[in-house]
C-alpha cells in the first residue's frame, strides 16, 4: 500500500513540474549568447507563440515576418531576420 501511494505520489509530482515547464515554454527566456530573430524561422520552426497561436513549433510558413527564434547573437540581420517585432501599424 505504502508503494502504490509513493508512486501516486511521484506521478502528482512528475505531472505538477511538466506543467510548471510548458508554462515558461510560451515564453522561453534566451540562452546565454542568444537572440530573438524575426522571419527566419522555417515552418513548424519557431520557438514562441504569436498573436496567431501561442505554441512553439507551429507557425505555418517560412520566414513569416512576425514569427521568430532564438539565435546566435549578431547573426540575425546577417540572415535576413529583424532584431525587433514588425509593427501592427500600416
Known amino acids: 500500500m505504502k508503494t502504490s501511494k509513493a508512486l501516486i505520489t511521484t506521478a502528482v509530482a512528475g505531472l505538477l513540474a511538466g506543467f510548471a515547464t ?3 515554454a510560451h515564453d ?3 540562452a546565454e ?3 530573438r ?3 527566419v524561422a522555417k ?3 519557431n520557438d514562441c507563440g504569436t498573436a496567431s ?3 512553439a513549433g507551429a507557425s505555418k510558413k ?3 515576418p512576425v514569427e521568430w527564434k532564438y539565435v546566435p547573437k549578431g547573426t540575425c540581420e546577417k540572415a535576413g ?3 525587433v517585432a514588425p509593427s501592427d501599424k500600416k
Request: glycine letters at 24%.
Open 22 to 24: 510548458g508554462a515558461s
Open 28 to 30: 522561453p527566456k534566451a
Open 33 to 35: 549568447g542568444k537572440e
Open 37 to 39: 530573430c524575426y522571419g
Open 43 to 45: 515552418a513548424g520552426q
Open 53 to 55: 497561436h501561442g505554441c
Open 62 to 64: 517560412d520566414n513569416d
Open 81 to 83: 531576420g529583424k532584431l
